[in-house]
């Protein structure tokens, strides 16, 4: 699988995990020249905290647009050290 915005790959793993509809990547399949620490964050009752990369492509920005746990909670272990993406990031077949 691939995770691409603005024509360029974010992310590439054959290794996924599929929660609620999204493919979280292994941490170290991303590119990190395209990762910006975000301050957002955000609570999901069962995952726990989720914090956020904003991402940027040839100087475009999109805000908090991949998301991970750092510490999921139990129910949701098999996250843990991985990252998913959204707004506008598709993620396709490699």
Same mark, same amino acid.
Not at 12 to 32: C, H, K, M, Q, W
Not at 48 to 60: I, K, S
């Given at each position: ?7 360029? &790959? ?15 990547? =292994?941490?170290? #399949?991303? %590119?990190? #020249?395209?990762?910006?620490? $975000?301050? &957002?964050? $955000? ?5 726990? &905290?989720?914090?956020?990369? &904003?991402?940027?492509?040839?100087? %475009? ?8 746990? =750092? ?8 996250? %843990?050290?991985?990252? #998913?993406?959204? %707004?506008?990031?598709?993620?396709? =077949?490699?």
């Amino acid at each position: 699988m691939r995770a691409v915005w603005n024509g360029v &790959t974010i992310a590439e793993s054959n290794d996924i995990v599929t929660v609620e509809g999204n493919a979280y990547f =292994p941490r170290d #399949a991303l %590119r990190n #020249a395209y990762l910006r620490e $975000s301050d &957002t964050q $955000s609570v999901c009752p069962w995952k726990g &905290t989720a914090r956020y990369y &904003t991402l940027v492509v040839d100087q %475009r920005e999109n805000q908090d647009a991949a998301w991970y746990y =750092p510490e999921p909670k139990e129910a949701a272990r098999e996250i %843990r050290g991985r990252v #998913a993406f959204w %707004r506008g990031v598709q993620v396709q =077949p490699d």
